[in-house]
């Protein structure tokens, strides 16, 4: 039985997969029978980007269907608000507050049209940017975003076992740097108000 | 001209994890599906691994070559899949376990040695990989694979699970060898690209001795020994379908109900889960073994009063159920592509769906979701600092100069993104070296010039003949060797002109310029892809020359892929100059942010351009093509 479907969107280079693969890591540690996926298009680079993320016990499958998420990690507004059909209705929304036009794209709605869609009441906004810059490195994005998702408390794990995976597949000052930007994001919506 | 990258991609294979043996007997481990196969082949004791790179099967090969020297075995990039079979099948003659791994339209490329293999058969192990891309998430079609074993006559085999990857891709050496048949094991991308945990067997290193097996009636494939092959081959075949019904990875599940589901790879996971939404209890017959059929188990399914064949693709085992249903006068109803789509991938509402039409169930889909602003579209783009843009925006001035309007005949690879706005210079994208093979078609009959972007990795692939075609046959076309050094693509695997190997050791270079100046062609020159100027004069250069001698022309442009540029620039801690837009003397033309479209351009909120530091990587084209030299080295 699927336990829970999270889905982690955004564009090519910001680290989605590292989130997922972290968070698979931990989940299968407790037990859980899990499935991360990645889809993404033809580049490296510059594309829509989604990872899927289910655990369970039993059989789960790779892909999470409409209206069956139960969390969204959003790197990217405009993605976020993409891969919004795929939630629940009460489904949780973890948002980074960053705007990336696509290049050459006419028509980019603005900043406030995209949070002003996503669910009011459920959806937390942070700059995690911002608080990677603090923590060490702007490549730490992915892991604020992380510390974020994980203080929502939608997902069965407690931050020391996401830092313990941490702890093993990072070393010296890069493991130091991550530690800290998860912490950040965690404390950011431990302390912070909803959207 | 340019250092090349083998320094690059060595340090680079020096620091990744070796996921794929360092865990022992147990112990379990999140994989994803390409490890878990990587693994599976070491806890066979393989000798050897061989791939060209493609997506979504490259993880396989990627992750032995980490651990091949440590391990002890042989792992390469092959120029192509053909030449990747062919190694393994050598390595076979030799009494050695081999894998070999690429994606679908590989399996095409690889397709000539791939039917005489079905009827010699092999004497050490041999699994092919055939990842397969139902939704064609990044290929030119979404073949089913599975249909070339039946062609072959070689068994397809096809995991359910990460953790069946792995343990399947074990079995089927044994297999292999005990029936002496090669197997093509067939993977999706959704179980390729899918981590989930894994528990480990044991490594086993082979500790074979390599002897060749001498048998020139078996291995040659002359006329009078070919038929007596191809009635040995479907004996055995016969013998091996005996045999599936107890293979372990031919599973039965009891269910309440009178109607069964059959089921393969990875769609047996969107069934469980729709079974258990639906609140049904049936049957479930999970076949990893798609052809041959498990005959006793495939008569099982068939005494149930329905089945219904959830699988992706073609009706592959539907077509199988049928014809055994009406050999065997099985009244049996089989349901299957009728319920289903065989346009593109299964989940879990479409198996629901289909289900439940059979059951006769009431079934509700998922509101439609109602959008609440607009979207832009997000297509993948070349990244900034990228040579092939340069490449693309100087061709176009090339063009522009000489008056003509050229067919952009475009080949398989990162530079394909030329399609896309603004460049839109792709009139056709093919199959691997169809670019130069296509063109040659339209150049004969044309009456302006055919331009044929291929990449350095695609060149050798199956760019090569097609380019002696060009030289033999008189045909005027323009060949852009679009050289970043890598198959970028694919996450940048080395090629024969790399200098480097799959193990990151230094390899000699096949330099692209000898190649064709070898084949005969007389204009070949070799430019800076960054050089705008430059690559544009040598393209007119070039297209005067078709014009004039009506033979074909190579243009090599060339730049090392900037994403590998500044990866190896981070490691070392190294400061690079970006490039910042002075406002004062910008007059807005649009040239750099809406022709030139590097992403790290952008308009700003009061309408000017401006650079996105993060994402500038000092390339500076920017700043040449600008006409108001607004563009500048940031200071500081």
Same mark, same amino acid.
């Given at each position: 039985?699927?336990?829970?479907?999270?889905?982690?969107?955004g564009?090519?280079?910001?680290?989605?997969?590292?989130?997922?693969s972290?968070?698979?890591?931990?989940?299968?540690?407790?037990?859980?029978?899990v499935?991360v996926?990645?889809?993404h298009?033809?580049?490296q680079?510059g594309g829509?980007?989604v990872v899927?993320?289910?655990y369970?016990?039993g059989?789960v499958?790779?892909?999470v269907?409409q209206?069956e998420?139960?969390?969204?990690v959003g790197l990217?507004?405009?993605?976020?608000?993409?891969?919004l059909?795929l939630?629940?209705?009460?489904?949780v929304?973890?948002?980074n507050?960053f705007l990336l036009?696509?290049?050459?794209s006419?028509?980019?709605p603005?900043?406030?049209e995209?949070?002003?869609?996503l669910?009011?009441?459920?959806t937390?906004?942070?700059?995690a940017?911002?608080?990677?810059?603090?923590a060490?490195?702007?490549?730490?994005?992915n892991?604020?975003?992380l510390?974020?998702?994980v203080?929502?408390?939608v997902l069965?794990?407690?931050s020391s076992e996401?830092?313990?995976?941490?702890?093993?597949?990072f070393?010296?000052e890069?493991?130091?740097?991550?530690l800290?930007?998860?912490?950040?994001?965690?404390?950011?919506?431990?302390?912070?108000?909803k959207? | 001209?340019?250092?090349?990258?083998g320094?690059i991609?060595s340090?680079?294979?020096k620091?990744?994890?070796?996921a794929v043996?360092?865990?022992?007997?147990g112990?379990?481990?999140?994989l994803?599906?390409?490890?878990?196969?990587?693994?599976?082949?070491?806890?066979?004791?393989?000798s050897a691994?061989t791939?060209?790179?493609?997506?979504?099967?490259?993880?396989?090969?990627?992750?032995?070559?980490?651990v091949?020297?440590?391990?002890?075995?042989?792992?390469?990039?092959?120029?192509?899949?053909k030449?990747?079979?062919?190694?393994?099948?050598?390595?076979?003659?030799m009494?050695?376990?081999?894998?070999?791994?690429?994606?679908?339209?590989?399996l095409?490329?690889?397709?000539d040695?791939?039917?005489?293999?079905g009827?010699?058969g092999?004497v050490?192990?041999?699994v092919?990989?055939?990842?397969d891309?139902p939704n064609?998430h990044s290929?030119?079609?979404?073949?089913?694979?599975?249909?070339?074993?039946i062609?072959?006559?070689?068994?397809?085999f096809e995991?359910s699970?990460?953790q069946e990857a792995?343990?399947?891709?074990r079995?089927?050496?044994?297999?292999?060898?005990?029936?002496?048949?090669?197997?093509?094991?067939?993977?999706?991308?959704?179980?390729a690209?899918?981590?989930?945990p894994?528990?480990?067997?044991?490594?086993?290193?082979h500790?074979r001795g390599?002897?060749?097996?001498?048998?020139?009636?078996r291995?040659a494939?002359l006329?009078?020994?070919?038929?007596?092959?191809?009635r040995? =081959?479907l !004996?055995? @075949? *016969?013998?091996l379908?005996k045999? #599936?019904?107890? +293979?372990k990875?031919n $599973? &039965?599940e009891?269910g309440e109900?009178?109607t069964?589901?059959?089921?393969s790879?990875v769609?047996?996971?969107y =069934?469980k !889960?729709? @079974? *258990?939404e639906?609140g049904?209890? #049936?049957?479930? +017959?999970?076949f990893? $073994? &798609?052809?041959?059929?498990?005959?006793?188990?495939a008569?099982?399914?068939?005494?149930?009063?329905?089945?219904? =064949?959830v !699988?992706? @693709? *073609?009706?592959?085992?539907e077509w199988?159920?049928k014809?055994?249903?009406?050999d065997?006068?099985?009244?049996?109803?089989?349901?299957g592509?009728d319920?289903l789509?065989r346009?593109g991938?299964?989940n879990? !509402?479409i198996?629901?769906?289909?289900i439940?039409?059979?059951?006769?169930?009431?079934y509700?889909?998922?509101?439609?979701?109602?959008p609440l602003?607009e979207?832009?579209?997000?297509?993948?783009?070349?990244?900034p600092g990228c040579?092939?843009?340069?490449?693309?925006?100087a061709v176009?001035?090339?063009a522009?100069r000489?008056g003509?309007?050229?067919?952009y005949a475009n080949?398989?690879?990162?530079?394909?993104?030329g399609?896309?706005?603004?460049?839109?210079?792709?009139d056709f994208?093919?199959?691997m070296g169809s670019?130069i093979g296509?063109g040659l078609?339209i150049?004969?009959?044309g009456s302006?010039?055919v331009?044929?972007?291929i990449?350095d990795s695609t060149?050798?692939h199956?760019?090569i003949?097609?380019?002696?075609?060009?030289?033999y046959n008189?045909?005027?076309?323009?060949?852009?060797?679009m050289?970043?050094?890598?198959t970028?693509m694919?996450?940048h695997?080395?090629?024969?002109?790399?200098?480097?190997?799959?193990m990151g050791?230094?390899?000699?270079?096949v330099?692209?310029?000898d190649?064709a100046k070898?084949?005969?062609?007389?204009?070949?020159?070799?430019v800076?892809a960054?050089?705008?100027?430059?690559?544009?004069?040598?393209?007119?250069?070039?297209l005067?020359?078709?014009?004039e001698?009506?033979?074909p022309?190579v243009?090599?442009s060339?730049?090392?892929?900037?994403?590998?540029?500044?990866?190896?620039?981070r490691?070392?801690?190294?400061s690079?100059?970006?490039?910042?837009?002075?406002?004062?003397?910008?007059?807005?033309c649009?040239i750099?942010?809406?022709?030139?479209?590097?992403?790290?351009?952008?308009?700003?909120?009061?309408?000017k351009?401006a650079i996105l530091?993060?994402?500038?990587t000092?390339c500076?084209v920017c700043?040449?093509?600008?006409?108001?030299?607004?563009?500048?080295?940031?200071?500081g």
């Open positions: 039985m699927v336990k829970r479907s999270v889905i982690i969107a564009v090519g280079g910001q680290g989605l997969i590292t989130i997922g972290i968070l698979g890591e931990a989940l299968a540690a407790r037990g859980y029978n499935s996926g990645e889809v298009g033809l580049s680079r829509s980007v899927f993320l289910k369970g016990d059989a499958s790779p892909i269907t209206s998420g139960d969390v969204l990217e507004l405009i993605e976020a608000v993409r891969r059909p939630m629940k209705k009460d489904g929304v973890v948002v507050d036009p696509p290049p050459g006419k028509t980019v603005a900043r406030d995209l949070l002003a869609a669910p009011r009441g459920n937390y906004v942070l700059d940017r911002e608080l990677a810059l603090r060490g490195s702007d490549i730490a994005l892991m604020v975003m510390g974020a998702v203080a929502t408390g069965d794990l407690e996401v830092e313990g995976v941490l702890s093993k597949r070393k010296g890069f493991l130091k740097i991550n800290q930007a998860l912490r950040l994001g965690y404390d950011s919506i431990k302390k912070g108000p959207y | 001209m340019f250092a090349r990258i320094l991609l340090l680079d294979l620091i990744v994890a070796k043996i360092s865990g022992g007997p112990e379990r481990r999140l994803l599906g390409n490890e878990a196969i990587a693994r599976g082949a070491l806890e066979a004791g393989i691994a791939a060209y790179p493609g997506t979504p099967s490259t993880e396989i090969v990627e992750s032995l070559a980490e091949a020297r440590d391990y002890g075995i042989y792992v390469e990039w092959s120029t192509n899949e030449v990747a079979l062919e190694v393994g099948i050598g390595v076979s003659m009494g050695l376990r081999a894998l070999v791994a690429m994606k679908h339209v590989g095409n490329v690889a397709s040695p791939l039917m005489s293999l009827y010699t092999v050490g192990g041999l092919i990989v055939s990842a891309d064609a290929s030119q079609n979404e073949q089913d694979n599975r249909i070339y074993g062609h072959a006559n070689i068994p397809v995991p699970t990460v792995k343990d399947l891709t079995e089927l050496y044994e297999l292999s060898e005990k029936f002496r048949m090669s197997v093509i094991l067939r993977t999706t991308t959704r179980l690209h899918s981590r989930s894994v528990v480990f067997g044991e490594l086993v290193r500790g390599a002897s060749f097996h001498r048998d020139p009636e291995w494939l006329p009078p020994y070919n038929l007596v092959k191809h040995e =081959v !004996e055995r @075949l *016969e013998e379908s045999h #599936l019904s107890d +293979f990875f $599973s &039965v009891e109900e009178d069964a589901i059959v089921v790879g769609a047996y996971n =069934v !889960e729709a @079974l *258990e639906l049904v209890r #049936l049957p479930v +017959f999970k990893a $073994s &798609v052809f041959p059929l498990p005959r006793g188990l008569l099982k399914a068939l005494s149930y009063k329905q089945v219904v =064949v !699988e992706e @693709l *073609e009706p592959v085992l199988q159920l014809i055994l249903a009406y065997e006068g099985m009244p049996a109803r089989i349901h592509k319920v789509p346009v991938e299964l879990k !509402e198996v629901k769906a289909g439940s039409r059979i059951l006769g169930i009431p509700e889909a998922p509101p439609a979701p109602v602003v979207l832009p579209r997000r297509p993948p783009v070349l990244c040579g092939h843009r340069s490449t693309y925006y176009k001035l090339a522009q000489a003509v309007k050229p067919v080949d398989i690879g990162c530079y394909t993104l399609f896309y706005p603004p460049y839109q210079m792709a994208t093919w199959s670019s296509i078609g150049a004969r009959f302006e010039p331009i044929a972007f990449g060149f050798f199956a760019g003949p097609a380019l002696i075609n060009a030289v008189k045909t005027p076309l323009l060949v852009i060797v050289d970043n050094g890598v970028a694919t996450g695997q080395p090629h024969p002109g790399s200098g480097v190997g799959a050791e230094q390899r000699p270079t330099r692209i310029e190649i070898a084949v005969g062609v007389r204009f070949v020159e070799t800076d960054y050089d705008v100027t430059a690559v544009r004069d040598s393209v007119q250069r070039a005067k020359f078709l014009k001698t009506g033979e022309a243009v090599i060339r730049r090392p892929c900037a994403l590998l540029v500044l990866r190896e620039r490691r070392r801690g190294e690079f100059k970006r490039y910042t837009v002075v406002k004062e003397k910008c007059i807005n649009g750099c942010v809406d022709r030139f479209a590097c992403p790290a351009i952008v308009r700003d909120t009061d309408g351009v530091q993060d994402m500038c000092g500076g700043a040449a093509i600008c006409p108001a030299k607004a563009i500048q080295p940031k200071e």
